[in-house]
């Protein structure tokens, strides 16, 4: 064992770190090597100055001082895992409650939906009818118009439903008022109701100006069944039907060709028409058809299946009166001009006493073709009803959708070259970057460690 | 209480006795701090070194296995909590580099004293601790664990997660740096008879 591997091992012999073998070895070269146990000694004695280094020690405050640390960390977890816990429960909990709040709107869509616009009907403040508030965003206010029949009963003769696209509205009837709707009933030629001078509530049908009571019930939860009929144009009667559609189409333009085609096919003919595209690059417009009066409701249905129903709105104004007193003065007037005609034709007449009775025959004549305007105006307006639609599309079509789809794409594609483009430029400026970074921090670190050394030798 | 082992009193306080870490306190809080405030240098912080020490031994309670020595254990947190407190003090003084060590080692070196420091001193301690407090950081730690722990190397060695090879070198290279600083006053003092 030489000298330089003995002093190397000599902390290690002190430390009584060395095995039997390593340790035997360096007592051998001890008693030989002056040095070496100088060395050993001076170790020695280095270990017992050390000694004389007495660090302080600590009093029971420093114990308290741990004590409330644990204490205080112990509090902060717990207040941690009560979060935890919270977040643990709350989460979930959201989590649920939105789903089943989602399911839940989900399934009220599905039902408005299928069973079309309901809602709850309350008397109207000036109590002459009943007002229908949609449940939904769908517009379907009913509107009633009353008149006093003979009887004294008030019953509707005109009105309105909001109805869906297969025509369903939905009444309760709580003491006697109609609150809810459970009954479904089937818009077929119209529907309306009368509420009596005695506040009883039932089912009216009205046929031209006569009314017949159908169903008349009372009672918490008692229901009636509406069984609506449009008035009847019978003999003798003359009635104007007029009726809005308002709906959510699909495609605009598809909307208004298939409309056309229907009012040319039903034996209509279009009074006017209006197609637009608004702000939003949405498809909607409004026709005004005229349709021959026993295809009313038929045009009504097959209007409704071109899209969603928004709100189908009916009305009809009963003309009979104002025709007949339009008949009855022709009448008259025919038999006057008659009687003047007959007049002049029977007797020999001077030239002067001629022009006088032309002169007097003229607005007899006036009279009788104003008259016949009149009632061929009538007669026109009670054999072709008026429709109209309007339509629009919906705010997300699934065009709009589609379109969309294609801009999503288009600027991703775009964004991607972009990003290419610019991986391209930067990534060698990026190299060149780290490059230079590389280089800088080597000099520093080049500088320091010669600093270093340079304080060491100092 | 008292007659158990250091690892039977850590394995109660395990199982929830409170009063171990009565116990471990009485045992532990000189060591710890005295290893703390040799190593720093400074009373305050080797207090709160300390203290965060046994707050660690609380909070990782559950992960303590008997399989070594409990010493061993809380040297190693007490290591741990000053390399990372310095390192925050003192990032660029410790930042790793090879120079007279083979190993790259963490060090960090106070100012040595000048003779006319030395001089001043009249503690014999207060030149032990400039002179130790100048030392590289592993050096004065494998060191202090040594000379004032009265540790094994093996133990030193685990604590470090070093080789033994490297405690080795470590505690020699200690002792020949602190021979020669405190040579001049050692001879001074006739501690050395030829």
Same mark, same amino acid.
């Given at each position: 064992?030489? *000298?330089?591997?003995?002093?190397?091992?000599?902390?290690?012999?002190?430390?009584?770190?060395?095995?039997?073998?390593?340790?035997?070895?360096?007592?051998?070269? +001890?008693?030989?090597?002056?040095?070496?146990?100088?060395?050993?000694?001076?170790?020695?004695?280095?270990?017992?100055?050390?000694?004389?280094?007495?660090?302080?020690?600590?009093?029971?405050?420093?114990?308290?001082?741990?004590?409330?640390?644990?204490?205080?960390?112990?509090?902060?977890?717990?207040?941690?895992?009560?979060?935890?816990?919270?977040?643990?429960?709350?989460?979930?909990?959201?989590?649920?409650?939105?789903?089943?709040?989602?399911?839940?709107?989900?399934?009220?869509?599905?039902?408005?939906?299928?069973?079309?616009?309901?809602?709850? /009907?309350?008397?109207?403040?000036?109590?002459?009818?009943?007002?229908?508030?949609?449940?939904?965003?769908?517009?379907?206010?009913?509107?009633?118009?009353?008149?006093?029949?003979?009887?004294?009963?008030?019953?509707?003769?005109?009105?309105?439903?909001?109805?869906?696209?297969?025509?369903?509205?939905?009444?309760?009837?709580?003491?006697?008022?109609?609150?809810?709707?459970?009954?479904?009933?089937?818009?077929?030629?119209?529907?309306?109701?009368?509420?009596?001078?005695?506040?009883?509530?039932?089912?009216?049908?009205?046929?031209?100006?006569?009314?017949?009571?159908?169903?008349?019930?009372?009672?918490?939860?008692?229901?009636?069944?509406?069984?609506?009929?449009?008035?009847?144009?019978?003999?003798?009667?003359?009635?104007?039907?007029?009726?809005?559609?308002?709906?959510?189409?699909?495609?605009?333009?598809?909307?208004?060709?298939?409309?056309?085609?229907?009012?040319?096919?039903?034996?209509?003919?279009?009074?006017?028409?209006?197609?637009? *595209?608004?702000?939003?690059?949405?498809?909607?417009?409004?026709?005004?058809?005229?349709?021959?009066?026993?295809?009313?409701?038929?045009?009504?249905?097959?209007?409704?299946?071109?899209?969603?129903?928004?709100?189908?709105?009916?009305?009809?104004?009963?003309?009979?009166?104002?025709?007949?007193?339009?008949?009855?003065?022709?009448?008259?007037?025919?038999?006057?001009?008659?009687?003047?005609?007959?007049?002049?034709?029977?007797?020999?007449?001077?030239?002067?006493?001629?022009?006088?009775?032309?002169?007097? /025959?003229?607005?007899?004549?006036?009279?009788?073709?104003? +008259?016949?305007?009149?009632?061929?105006?009538?007669?026109?307006?009670?054999?072709?009803?008026?429709?109209?639609?309007?339509?629009?599309?919906?705010?997300?079509?699934?065009?709009? /959708?589609?379109?969309?789809?294609?801009?999503?794409?288009?600027?991703? /594609?775009?964004?991607? #070259?972009?990003?290419?483009?610019?991986?391209?430029?930067?990534?060698?400026?990026?190299?060149?970057?780290?490059?230079?970074?590389? #280089?800088?921090?080597?000099?520093?670190?080049?500088?320091?460690?010669?600093?270093?050394?340079?304080?060491?030798?100092? | 209480?008292? &007659?158990?082992?250091?690892?039977?009193?850590?394995?109660?306080?395990? !199982? &929830?006795?409170?009063?171990?870490?009565?116990?471990? =306190?009485?045992?532990?809080?000189?060591?710890?701090?005295?290893?703390?405030?040799?190593?720093?240098?400074?009373?305050?912080?080797?207090?709160?070194?300390?203290?965060?020490?046994?707050?660690?031994?609380?909070?990782?309670?559950?992960?303590?296995?008997?399989?070594?020595?409990?010493?061993?254990?809380?040297?190693?947190?007490?290591?741990?909590?000053?390399?990372?407190?310095?390192?925050?003090?003192?990032?660029?003084?410790?930042?790793?580099?090879?120079?007279?060590?083979?190993?790259?080692?963490?060090?960090?070196?106070?100012?040595?004293?000048?003779?006319?420091?030395?001089?001043?001193?009249?503690? =014999?301690?207060?030149? =032990?601790?400039?002179?130790?407090?100048?030392?590289?950081?592993?050096?004065?730690?494998?060191?202090?664990?040594?000379?004032?722990?009265?540790?094994?190397?093996?133990?030193?060695? !685990?604590?470090?997660?070093?080789?033994?090879?490297?405690? !080795?070198? =470590?505690?020699?290279?200690?002792?020949?740096?602190?021979?020669?600083?405190?040579?001049?006053?050692?001879?001074?003092?006739?501690?050395?008879?030829?």
């Amino acid at each position: 064992m030489n *000298r330089g591997h003995v002093i190397k091992e000599l902390s290690n012999y002190l430390d009584n770190q060395l095995s039997e073998k390593e340790k035997l070895k360096v007592e051998t070269h +001890l008693q030989s090597c002056k040095a070496c146990s100088y060395e050993l000694e001076r170790l020695k004695v280095l270990s017992q100055k050390l000694k004389a280094w007495q660090a302080p020690g600590l009093d029971v405050s420093f114990d308290h001082a741990v004590r409330n640390e644990i204490v205080a960390w112990e509090l902060k977890r717990g207040q941690v895992k009560m979060k935890k816990k919270t977040l643990a429960i709350l989460v979930p909990s959201g989590v649920l409650a939105g789903i089943l709040v989602f399911a839940f709107l989900g399934a009220l869509g599905q039902l408005y939906i299928k069973r079309g616009v309901q809602g709850s /009907l309350r008397p109207s403040s000036d109590n002459m009818g009943k007002q229908f508030n949609p449940a939904g965003s769908r517009e379907a206010i009913v509107s009633r118009r009353y008149e006093r029949h003979p009887g004294g009963t008030q019953a509707a003769v005109s009105g309105s439903f909001g109805l869906d696209k297969e025509g369903y509205v939905n009444y309760y009837v709580r003491d006697g008022k109609f609150d809810m709707s459970t009954v479904e009933t089937k818009f077929n030629n119209g529907a309306s109701y009368g509420e009596d001078q005695t506040g009883r509530v039932g089912t009216q049908r009205i046929s031209g100006g006569v009314h017949e009571e159908l169903a008349s019930q009372t009672g918490e939860g008692s229901v009636i069944v509406i069984q609506p009929t449009l008035p009847a144009t019978g003999e003798g009667e003359k009635i104007i039907r007029t009726g809005t559609v308002k709906l959510e189409v699909e495609n605009g333009k598809e909307a208004y060709k298939k409309a056309s085609e229907l009012c040319q096919e039903l034996g209509g003919y279009l009074a006017s028409s209006n197609f637009y *595209r608004d702000e939003e690059g949405r498809e909607a417009g409004t026709i005004t058809m005229r349709i021959p009066k026993d295809k009313f409701t038929t045009a009504l249905e097959r209007l409704s299946a071109l899209g969603k129903v928004d709100n189908i709105f009916t009305d009809s104004q009963d003309i009979s009166q104002e025709y007949a007193n339009l008949k009855s003065q022709l009448d008259a007037a025919m038999v006057v001009y008659n009687k003047m005609l007959e007049a002049l034709q029977k007797r020999q007449v001077t030239i002067p006493e001629a022009m006088r009775l032309e002169s007097e /025959l003229s607005p007899v004549l006036r009279r009788v073709a104003d +008259l016949k305007n009149k009632i061929e105006y009538l007669n026109n307006a009670v054999s072709f009803t008026t429709i109209t639609v309007n339509f629009h599309e919906p705010k997300i079509s699934a065009k709009s /959708l589609k379109e969309s789809g294609r801009f999503i794409r288009e600027s991703m /594609l775009t964004a991607a #070259v972009n990003t290419v483009r610019f991986l391209a430029i930067a990534i060698p400026a990026i190299i060149l970057i780290v490059l230079y970074l590389g #280089v800088g921090i080597a000099v520093v670190l080049l500088v320091k460690y010669w600093i270093i050394r340079i304080f060491k030798r100092g | 209480m008292q &007659g158990l082992k250091d690892e039977e009193v850590m394995l109660n306080y395990q !199982k &929830g006795e409170v009063e171990a870490m009565d116990e471990l =306190l009485r045992r532990y809080k000189n060591p710890v701090y005295q290893f703390a405030l040799r190593l720093s240098g400074n009373a305050a912080e080797a207090q709160d070194i300390a203290q965060e020490v046994f707050l660690r031994l609380h909070q990782y309670k559950d992960e303590y296995r008997p399989s070594g020595k409990f010493s061993t254990w809380i040297f190693s947190i007490t290591h741990n909590l000053a390399v990372s407190r310095l390192r925050k003090k003192k990032w660029w003084a410790v930042w790793p580099r090879r120079d007279d060590d083979s190993e790259a080692l963490v060090e960090f070196q106070s100012p040595d004293p000048s003779p006319e420091e030395i001089a001043s001193e009249n503690e =014999l301690s207060g030149i =032990l601790k400039k002179c130790i407090q100048g030392l590289p950081f592993l050096q004065r730690e494998a060191l202090i664990l040594r000379e004032y722990q009265n540790l094994d190397y093996q133990d030193i060695a !685990k604590i470090f997660k070093k080789s033994l090879g490297t405690v !080795k070198t =470590l505690i020699h290279r200690a002792r020949q740096n602190l021979k020669t600083k405190l040579l001049p006053y050692i001879e001074e003092a006739g501690g050395y008879h030829e």
